[in-house]
């Protein structure tokens, strides 16, 4: 097994391992939200709110980490000195708090404008109205926190540690727990484990940064020249991320419209999403941040082929898992949306679009964790623009599939619209990539997916009589999925199975 292989795949692992205990803890987190919430008022005010300092997260925070910081301090960690890499980290450090600090500010102020922009559903309901304002207001220094959160991991992850960040998240989530079981109903005890979540992730990160060598220094040369590098790649990254936004936005606004959608479509769509994200955030996401750091530096240092190579195996590998994952989400929606959240305020009507939602969701699932790999790449060879092109060419097809598809279809067809749009930007990025630096395995890849699409819809036909025939368990039908498929991907001779199971097994031994 090729060293740079292993890498990803163990890196992958931590992350992945990381983000299970997260993602465990986040369906407990909107198991209670759910329950008592349900998809009412108080639910789409906290959703709403929530999202605008989660914005500026990917905004100012994991974007720019992945688009600039990494590439360039991983460049830097290999061609530099120490004192050098640590001397810019101070200045990244200082410049991010003089930035965050301002936008926390400009937040704080400008909420009742924000609030109105992104949920104009909520305009006729005075009370909605006002408590989506205190609570954006409330959370939005969670803002400086996760921005100086995204920094510690940017270092960390350039200098190859990813437990630390890792685990970050998985605090968050608990600290809500904790509040909210405190505060039984409180609405403000969610708003308030944010920020306390804030605080001890970031708190967690500095004895890691410490032993690796950082030391916090005030600076005056803001205009160092990696900082400049690192602003021309976060430039393009930051119009990227708003087109991104603005897709987020929009399925707010139109969400927020239930004379249209129905009620409760921003809730339902929140928790549609947070499932969708639960194998999208193991592996897809996972494989992505392991993989950058390497390509990165493969780009830099090793030539295209092993850049391909390494490109290949991370498609390959998010293929084998997100396809199954995919089926296996459309089919029991039902099950695991009524398993999760029903109880208490969250009643069969809130599992009806919920579950309806999920399903369109997943049809995009493989396409969202090939945009991550893909995107990646163009960072690692410090392209940002083509990624914003790019995306912003889908925001316009998913604002045009909205429009079609939200009358029939009503909040379903807001899921179907992201998942089309996802599919179209994951396609015409591996096309503008293969384009830039030359055939990319594309046979092999397309090979692939073809056996792994054929194991995973024998897979979908056991769990469907597994699920609704025979009606198992779904803590049952789960274990028989995955078993099933396993098998089938032998059957179909699906390569990346062995050589996946062949690396773990490797990985435990080692």
Known sequence: MSSVKKHIIKSAGIIGFATVISRILG???????????????????????????????????????????????????????????????????????????????LGILLAPVIVRLIAPGFINDVEKLNLTIYLTRFMFPYVLLVGLLAYSMGILNSLKHFSAPAFAPAILNLTIIICALFRQGS???????????????????????????????FVSDLYHPAVKKIGRLLIPRIFGSCVYQINIFINTMLASLAHIVGEGGVAALYYANRIFQFPLAIFGIAVAQAALPTMSREALESGLDRFKETLSFSLRSVNFVMLPASMGLMILARPITSALFERGQFDRYSTFITQDALVFYSIGLFSYAGIKILVSCFYSLKDTLTPVKIASVSLVLNIVLNIIFMFPLKISGLALATS????????????????????????????????????????????????????????????????????????????EAKEFLRQIWVLKRS
């Open 27 to 105: 369906f407990l987190r909107d198991i209670l939200i759910a329950k008592f919430f349900g998809t009412g008022s108080y639910a789409q005010a906290f959703v709403v709110a929530f999202r605008i300092p989660n914005m500026l997260r990917d905004l100012i925070g994991e974007g720019a980490t992945n688009a600039a910081f990494v590439p360039v301090l991983s460049e830097y960690s290999v061609t530099k000195k120490k004192e050098e890499f640590w001397h810019l980290a101070n200045v990244l450090l200082n410049a991010g708090l003089i930035v965050l600090t301002g936008l926390v500010l």
């Open 187 to 217: 609405v403000s005890a969610l708003a308030t484990g944010v920020l306390i979540g804030g605080v001890i992730q970031l708190a967690i990160q500095i004895p890691v940064l410490s032993a690796k060598g950082f030391s916090f220094s």
């Open 420 to 495: 089309l749009s996802g599919s179209f930007n994951f396609f015409l990025l591996f096309y503008i990539l293969r384009k830039k630096i030359g055939a990319l395995d594309g046979y092999r890849i397309c090979g692939s997916f073809i056996k792994v699409l054929m194991a995973s819809l024998a897979m979908a036909v056991i769990i469907y009589f597994s699920a609704f025939k025979m009606n198992f368990n779904l803590f049952i039908v789960i274990p028989i999925g995955m078993m099933s498929y396993i098998f089938a991907a032998f059957i179909f001779d699906v390569k």
